[in-house]
């Protein structure tokens, strides 16, 4: 057994606040999926392409490529887009991705017009004072109809916000508002970042040793997995086994935490695959690290999107424990630095 190369956690931590400050709501992903790109041509030897959805597909040389494997991760986040431009100037918004309107609400946020310019704003209850509306601040629903984007420019009309460029359709990105303490980061939008910036920190220091992949490795790098179909398409088809890497649900009866790597053995999609989890098991224990084995009740991946695609391979699924996921998220350094020993711990067996 090889000991692992240490974790640059420094490279991890710089990647992730870069990219979790990147807006990328599914659909208009790609100023993250270029940061990707960017960050790995720092690493001769792995090659890049675009699938035509958008997605970023490495190609990572491994001892042999008799059963080539894959790791996917997604770059796109939650978001919104505009619905409609109400009469008074604010807007109404249409959800991208599964959230509950409370949990952004009273939050920054960017406008991204047609022309490529950006109006920032702030989400917030149409009856948002209490000074005017008293308890209907508390009971009002957090629903479509109730929430609205206040633009901090000078407009009181539908006729005002169309010309600052603002259509129906654009997209709006909610502030991550990153910030790391003790350890832990809290930001929105860990899910999936958080993963992106593990197999990015497993590529650096697996460089940086000078170690290769036993097998050939794919990196799929995806842009549409918080609607569902983001690793849908673009996994290679010589790919012999995929683990994907994805935020663990930490809460009330769950195993996870923000101090251990999980593997998911069942999400609401069913089980994943038990050979494979069953290794990557078998790994953690070999390799000490920090793991728990969980099941996630509301929850779907994009290794269950790539076999109800039809993809027929092993996959499996390991992650950090992230807090409040869709919500104001937080996890600790310890979960990340777990995560990315364990995909070298994965990438480096035979
Ligand atoms: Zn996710």
Known sequence: MTKLPAVDSQYLLDFLTGLLN????????????????????????????????????????????????????????????????????????????????????????????????????SLLLSKASSHVYGKNVNELERNDENMEVRLDERTNTSEETRALGVEVGDFIAFDPRVEINNGFVRSRHLD?????????????????????????????????????????????????ELVTVDMAAVGEGQTSDEFHASLCVKDSGGPYHHGLSQRLRKLAEENNIPYKVDIYPYYGSDGEAFWRAGGDVAVALIGPGVDASHNYERTHLDALIATTQWVMAYLLNA
């Open 22 to 121: 990147t807006p990328s709501p599914t659909g208009f992903a790609h100023q993250a999926i270029e940061r990707t790109e960017e960050a790995l041509q720092a690493f001769p030897g792995i090659e890049v392409s675009f699938t035509r959805k958008g997605a970023l597909v490495a190609v990572w040389p491994g001892e042999n490529a008799d059963a080539p494997r894959a790791l996917t991760a997604h770059t796109d986040t939650l978001g919104a887009m505009v619905k409609e431009i109400k009469t008074n100037g604010r807007l109404k918004l249409s959800h991208i991705g599964g959230f509950a309107w409370n949990t952004v609400e009273g939050e920054g946020c960017t406008v991204f017009t047609q022309s490529g310019g950006k109006v920032r704003g």
């Open 192 to 240: 999936d970042k958080a993963c992106v910036a593990c197999i990015l920190a497993a590529v650096e220091s697996m460089h940086t040793a000078g170690l290769k992949p036993v097998q050939k490795t794919y990196l799929h790098i995806s842009n549409y997995e918080e609607v569902g179909h983001g690793a849908a398409a673009g996994i290679p088809a010589e790919v012999a």
